[in-house]
């Protein structure tokens, strides 16, 4: 994607609208935000089906609720160093397009809304895998909050994309 929409990307912070919640997760010791609305469920540890044949980012199905999940293994995804195997991860639950997709990350925060004056575009020296997926940045504490676009998620070479 151009730049172009980075650039349309405004964070509101009208009290009371969800648009500007997110929930945080981490990959390493990376925070991102994804926003509170695409969010559907946040899971612990799952058992997961591998599907054989799917690309390597797709980790396998997941049962929830009657609905069949494909689990994808965001580090893989986004070409980051595979979790520790002791580390069962997290699985956040989002739907894209009309599907269900739960994300395995290395674990769950908070529910913020970060303030208005800390948001900045993308950093020139980030890595390209999360500029490929992030809206832009929170500064906080000394740390950096990615926002994922879940449609540049998804857009990204990847077969994942329905």
């Keep these: ?69 494909t689990v994808i293994d965001v580090p893989k995804k986004l070409g980051l160093p595979d979790r520790e195997d002791s580390n069962p991860g997290m699985y956040v639950v989002i739907e894209h397009q009309g599907e269900l997709y739960s994300l395995m990350v290395d674990s769950v925060g908070e529910v913020m809304s970060p303030p208005a004056e800390s948001f900045e575009q993308n ?14 940045v929170y500064r906080l504490d000394g740390e950096l909050l990615i926002l994922l676009d879940i449609d540049r998620f998804f857009g990204i070479n990847s077969a994942v994309a329905a």
């Design 1 to 69: 994607m151009s730049t172009e929409n980075q650039a349309s990307f405004t964070p509101v912070v009208e009290s009371g609208d969800e648009s500007n919640l997110y929930l945080t997760v981490k990959i390493g010791v990376q925070p991102f935000g994804i926003q509170v609305l695409c969010v559907h469920d946040v899971l612990a540890a799952q058992k997961v089906t591998r599907v054989p044949l799917a690309p390597p980012e797709i980790a396998g199905a997941l049962n929830l609720r009657g609905r069949i999940v």
């Design 123 to 136: 950093p020139a020296n980030m890595e390209q895998g999360w500029r490929d997926v992030s809206q832009g």
